[in-house]
Nanobody, 122 residues
Framework: QVQLAESGGGLVQAGDSLRLSCVATGRAFSSYAMAWFRQAPGKEREFVAGITWGHNTYYAESVKGRFTISRDNTNDIVYLQMNTLKPEDTAVYYC????????????????WGQGTQITVSS
């Protein structure tokens, strides 16, 4: 069992940067693939970025070059550094954990946080 708690969301302007954190509690954090998903109003939840236990990273095309995912297996935290934010990045961002490495499908992730809101104004 893994519990996830996101933090770091807020209201920012286009072009700003923000860093999200996701603290995991429970067992064997380092053995899980971790990912960030987001859901904008009226849209389906979509994959943003993922990282394997071995620190291999993978991204959605829409955020490549702007977002960076990283993890600290000592302190059981995963981060999402978001630069050059755009209004279309506005969404609730969710942290997720799962055993399937490299997947961009939300069905591959077993544990989910409650989400944190990011609003990017133009």
């Amino acid at each position: 069992q893994v519990q996830l708690a996101e933090s770091g969301g807020g209201l920012v302007q286009a072009g700003d940067s923000l860093r999200l954190s996701c603290v995991a509690t429970g067992r064997a954090f380092s053995s899980y693939a971790m990912a960030w998903f987001r859901q904008a109003p009226g849209k389906e939840r979509e994959f943003v970025a993922g990282i394997t236990w071995g620190h291999n990273t993978y991204y959605a095309e829409s955020v490549k070059g702007r977002f960076t995912i990283s993890r600290d297996n000592t302190n059981d935290i995963v981060y999402l550094q978001m630069n050059t934010l755009k209004p279309e990045d506005t969404a609730v961002y969710y942290c997720a954990a799962g055993k399937m490495m490299g997947s961009k499908l939300d069905s591959s992730y077993t544990y989910w946080g409650q989400g944190t809101q990011i609003t990017v104004s133009s």
